[in-house]
């Protein structure tokens, strides 16, 4: 029930983004369209919640750990800013790191870099930016070349 409550959400926003900007239609990837536009859309749908989140807030996913949201990145505290985090990960409380938590995070994130250079190179002419409630919807994105695991077409 929270599954097909969660992917609704995600095809009433997809109907409400599509709808706006009808390129959206064609291919939901982002990665070829200039920031200008991109950041156009994300300001005029800014104010949507996460398709995953509960009406109090609360997401929904969080136990599961959604590809979507594993993808968004490592957050990172700069000058006590949180960055790369959704809304329900920038609500909870900053700790700071140790010096060698923070070399791990350094490592973490060069091999998430290194992981989605790689990824780029199986998945040419497929991109991997899209608006959130696409990720919810594994039917509307297309699996790598090659990709033969759990729900793949």
Do not use: H, N
Request: hydrophobic share 35%.
């Amino acid at each position: 029930m929270t599954r097909k409550g969660i992917e609704s959400r995600a095809r009433a926003q997809i109907a409400t983004f599509e709808l706006a900007c009808p390129r959206l239609t064609a291919s939901p990837f982002l990665d070829a369209w200039p920031d200008s536009e991109i950041d156009r859309l994300a300001s005029q749908f800014a104010e949507l919640p996460c398709p995953a989140l509960d009406t109090d807030g609360a997401c929904l996913g969080y136990p599961f750990r959604p590809l979507t949201c594993r993808t968004m990145g490592i957050p990172v505290e700069r000058d006590g800013l949180v960055e790369g985090a959704c809304d329900v990960q920038t609500t909870t409380p900053l700790i700071r790191l140790t010096p060698s938590l923070r070399e791990e995070e350094k490592q973490l994130a060069e091999q998430e870099a290194d992981d989605i250079a790689a990824l780029r190179e199986t998945r040419p002419g497929v991109g991997e930016e899209v608006l959130l409630a696409y990720g919810f919807l594994p039917d509307l994105i297309p699996p790598p070349p090659g990709y033969a695991g759990r729900g793949s077409r």
